[in-house]
């Protein structure tokens, strides 16, 4: 995965969902409008990286990287309050990721779950 992909996939996911959240923290949306509003974000995503040539699985792979780099700070809160280590519960995120690319996409989800380990650990490390 280019992390030039990412570079583009990163802040065009940041800064609605930022607007979201907001809203969400605010009690302006439920939780079920924020559901709704984030997966059709992750949608229009998507359909963007398709209209530019990306093929839909690499597509799903760089979005559901994106938003494990965005949700670093919930992962971290929700090992926290598990008590559980943070690799414990970055891994489960992964797992979960890759498994629903292999589901959707037809992907081997040991590879997805390689893929999205180096990426998320990739963007820890810049940090």
């Known amino acids: 995965?280019?992390?030039?992909?990412?570079?583009?996939v990163l802040p065009?996911?940041?800064?609605?969902?930022?607007h979201h959240l907001e809203r969400y923290w605010t009690?302006?949306?439920?939780?079920?409008?924020?559901?709704?509003?984030?997966?059709?974000?992750?949608?229009?995503?998507?359909?963007?990286?398709?209209?530019?040539?990306?093929s839909e699985l690499r597509a799903a792979v760089a979005i559901h990287a994106a938003v494990l780099v965005l949700s670093k700070?919930?992962?971290e809160a929700e090992a926290q309050e598990q008590g559980l280590p943070?690799?414990?519960v970055e891994y489960r995120a992964i797992k979960d990721?890759?498994?629903?690319?292999?589901?959707?996409y037809g992907a081997d989800e040991h590879k997805?779950?390689?893929?999205?380990?180096?990426?998320?650990?990739?963007?820890l490390k810049d940090e």
Do not use: C
């Open 86 to 88: 943070l690799e414990v």
């Open 73 to 75: 700070s919930g992962l």
């Open 112 to 123: 997805v779950v390689r893929i999205l380990s180096q990426i998320f650990a990739r963007y």
């Open 12 to 18: 065009r996911l940041a800064r609605p969902l930022r």
């Open 27 to 54: 009690g302006e949306l439920s939780d079920d409008e924020f559901t709704q509003r984030f997966e059709a974000l992750l949608h229009r995503q998507h359909a963007w990286l398709a209209r530019r040539g990306i």
């Open 1 to 8: 995965m280019s992390k030039q992909l990412m570079s583009i």
């Open 97 to 104: 990721a890759a498994w629903d690319v292999a589901r959707n």
